[in-house]
């Protein structure tokens, strides 16, 4: 079975950068679309970026400009930079591809402030 490891995560200031990592065993992410995921307290998870197998990439209106998705296919792992962070971006950090879901993983915390 699938599974999906995050990591990176962490405390950082207001206007700072951060970046996570999604790892996952075997080699399935290189055939498929990527998202990564975020859930704060008391919201749903909600997307917010997204990256095709062929690269091409959709972010949420609250991430654009801010956020960059990429991948690493033979290291089978996809990344999320996440720049000019804001408190509301505070939320733990999933990777997943669309629906039908994989397994979730545990997540990663980023917490930003001061």
């Known amino acids: 079975q699938v599974q999906l490891v995050e990591s990176g995560g962490g405390l950082v200031q207001p206007g700072g950068s951060l970046r996570v990592s999604c790892a996952a065993s075997?080699?399935?992410?290189?055939?498929?679309?990527m998202g990564w995921y975020r859930q704060a307290p008391g919201k749903q998870r909600e997307l917010v970026a997204f990256?095709?197998?062929?690269?091409?990439?959709d972010y949420a209106d609250s991430v654009k400009g801010r956020f960059t998705i990429s991948r690493d296919n033979p290291k089978n792992t996809v990344y999320l930079q996440m720049n000019s962070l804001k408190s509301e971006d505070t939320a733990v950090y999933y990777c997943?591809?669309?629906?039908?879901?994989?397994?979730w993983g545990q997540g990663t915390q980023v917490t930003v402030s001061s």
């Open positions: 997943n591809k669309q629906p039908p879901f994989l397994p």
């Open positions: 075997g080699s399935i992410l290189s055939a498929l679309g």
């Open positions: 990256i095709t197998r062929g690269g091409s990439t």
